[in-house]
Nanobody
Framework: QVQMVESGGGLVQAGGSLRLSCEASGRTFSIGHMAWFRQAPGKEREFVATIGLSQGNTDYTDSVKGRFLISRDNAKDTLYLQLNSLTPEDTAAYSC?????????????????WGQGTQVTVSS
């Protein structure tokens, strides 16, 4: 099993920045892809970004490209998401997720370890 705990959410004004962290513990050697998903009230969970074992292997949903940056520190078993130029449309509960290697990494159902979520609220 892998346990994952997010931190770093909060309330920020539009145009501001936040940095989310997700610390994994347990059988972390089994982790391949890690990702961030978000869910706004009344909306379905949405893929945000993913990163493979290599720092260069990243992918983002179009709405956050150029504004968000995903990274991971494998030595610390920690995943990060730097959120810049935030807009009210980014308001959501952000959850980190992890799984083994493989394809289809934008699909939430392929991830089997999840954090509890951290709330990001962007005011206009």
């Amino acid at each position: 099993q892998v346990q994952m705990v997010e931190s770093g959410g909060g309330l920020v004004q539009a145009g501001g920045s936040l940095r989310l962290s997700c610390e994994a513990s347990g059988r972390t050697f089994s982790i391949g892809h890690m990702a961030w998903f978000r869910q706004a009230p009344g909306k379905e969970r949405e893929f945000v970004a993913t990163i493979g074992l290599s720092q260069g292997n990243t992918d983002y949903t179009d709405s956050v490209k150029g504004r968000f940056l995903i990274s991971r520190d494998n030595a610390k078993d920690t995943l990060y998401l730097q959120l810049n130029s935030l807009t009210p449309e980014d308001t959501a509960a952000y959850s980190c997720a992890a799984r083994g290697p493989g394809s289809d990494y934008r699909t939430a159902s392929t991830y089997y370890y999840w954090g509890q979520g951290t709330q990001v609220t962007v005011s206009s």
